[in-house]
């Protein structure tokens, strides 16, 4: 397995990739808890996508993302990847087409351990009165609904608002 942190928009990231299956994208912290030394490279398919996505020209990445299947976790992982650029769920939604209605609560904490974000774009699932967490970061989360156009409107604004930056 390769890893390598780099710069982007919204912070340093790190991942961890093989082949064309990417396994984990983090803050560097979390990421060296969790993968430890690996060798180095990084795949300029990765960096140009992120790069794409970051400035608004590109909707869908084409690595695939790896991570857990099956049970409750990987449905919502499934659907979450389906969710289309622009559009939103809120958790409850998610729960309730993973067949759990009402579990909107162990939905966020799957999304929590989401390991590949913006590959499975959990910064799509939002409250249902308010914006939701994002392990990269409330801001972040504000900023990438921001590029695809989906930060709630003031018509459809949480009572809780997140800060906005």
Same mark, same amino acid.
């Given at each position: 397995?390769?890893?390598?942190?780099?710069?982007?928009?919204?912070?340093?990231?790190?991942a961890?990739?093989?082949?064309?299956?990417?396994?984990?994208?983090?803050?560097? #912290?979390? +990421?060296?808890?969790?993968?430890?030394?690996?060798?180095? %490279? =990084? /795949?300029?398919?990765?960096?140009?996508?992120?790069? &794409?996505?970051?400035?608004?020209?590109?909707?869908?990445?084409?690595?695939?993302?790896?991570?857990?299947? #099956?049970? +409750?976790?990987?449905?919502?992982?499934?659907?979450?990847? %389906? =969710? /289309?650029?622009?559009?939103?769920?809120?958790y409850? &939604?998610?729960?309730?087409?993973?067949?759990?209605?009402?579990?909107?609560?162990?939905?966020?904490?799957?999304?929590?351990?989401?390991?590949?974000p913006?590959?499975?774009?959990?910064?799509?699932?939002?409250?249902?009165?308010?914006i939701?967490?994002?392990?990269?970061?409330?801001?972040?989360?504000?900023?990438?609904?921001?590029?695809?156009?989906?930060?709630?409107?003031?018509?459809?604004?949480?009572?809780?608002?997140?800060?906005?930056?």
């Open positions: 397995m390769k890893a390598s942190c780099f710069n982007t928009r919204i912070g340093r990231l790190c961890a990739w093989e082949g064309g299956r990417v396994y984990m994208i983090s803050r560097p #912290g979390l +990421f060296y808890r969790r993968i430890g030394e690996a060798e180095p %490279g =990084i /795949p300029d398919q990765l960096l140009v996508e992120l790069a &794409e996505y970051l400035r608004g020209s590109r909707e869908e990445f084409t690595l695939k993302p790896e991570y857990p299947k #099956g049970g +409750f976790a990987g449905k919502v992982l499934d659907i979450v990847r %389906g =969710i /289309p650029y622009g559009e939103t769920l809120t409850g &939604e998610v729960a309730a087409r993973a067949g759990r209605p009402g579990a909107a609560r162990a939905v966020g904490a799957v999304l929590r351990s989401n390991p590949v913006l590959l499975v774009p959990c910064h799509r699932v939002v409250g249902k009165n308010w939701g967490g994002y392990g990269l970061g409330v801001d972040v989360k504000v900023l990438l609904l921001k590029i695809e156009g989906a930060l709630p409107t003031p018509s459809r604004r949480p009572r809780r608002r997140a800060r906005t930056f």
